[in-house]
Structures are given as C-alpha cells and as structure tokens.
C-alpha cells in the first residue's frame, strides 16, 4: 500500500513561486507513474502533470505546461511540482496521486491519493 503526503502549500501573491512536495510512505515507488491533481473552488478536479518515476517522462496540462516543473527524488521518494509566476486561477486544493499504470492522466487511473495541500494566490 502507498501513502501520500503534500506538502508545501500557502499563501502566496501573484507571480511569485513555490514549491510543493509529495512523501511516500510503504511500498516504493520505482515503477510508478506520479502525478499532480489540483481542484479549485467550485470546480472539478483536474490534472496537471505527470512522471514516469522510473524513466523521468513527464506529461503537463496545457495550463501548466510553461509555468509548472514536475519532479521527483528516488533517494528521498518524494514527488515535487515546482509552480512559478502563479496566477489567481491556480488558487486550489493540490494532490498528489499514484498509480502503477504508464503515464495518464485521468483520475480513475489513479488508486493512491493524498489528503491535498491548498495553494491561494492573492492578486
């Protein structure tokens, strides 16, 4: 069984950055595919980004994409997403999810989750 802890949210103004984490506990992660999920007020969850832990393969949402690194640390066994010149609408409740299945980025795809960590960016 894999367990998940985010870390790493706050408040923060627009454009600045931050960084959230995701620790694992129980089985490895070695042959995972890790993602980040965010859900904003009033809205459903949505992807934004994915790792192959393995192979370092990285899949981004359209809105992440120039703004958001995905990244991970073997030794540590720790998921990262690096955000940069965050905007208001990043404003949400961030997951980290796991699955053994190759790089995806649907929901249902994913069996472990974290409890979420909320990332609000003033303007």
């Known amino acids: 069984q894999v367990q998940l802890y985010e870390s790493g949210g706050g408040l923060v103004q627009a454009g600045d950055s931050l960084r959230l984490s995701c620790a694992r506990a129980?089985?490895?992660?070695?042959?995972?595919?890790m993602a980040w999920f965010r859900q904003a007020p009033g809205r459903e969850r949505e992807f934004v980004a994915a790792?192959?832990?393995?192979?370092?393969?990285?899949y981004y949402a359209r809105s992440a994409k120039d703004r958001f690194t995905i990244a991970r640390d073997d030794a540590k066994q720790t998921l990262y997403l690096n955000m940069d010149s965050l905007k208001p609408e990043d404003t949400a409740v961030y997951y980290c999810a796991g699955t053994y299945k190759g790089l995806t980025q649907r929901q249902g795809d994913y069996p472990h989750w974290g409890q979420g960590t909320q990332v609000t960016v003033s303007s």
């Open positions: 129980g089985a490895p992660l070695s042959t995972a595919t």
């Open positions: 790792i192959s832990w393995s192979a370092g393969d990285t």
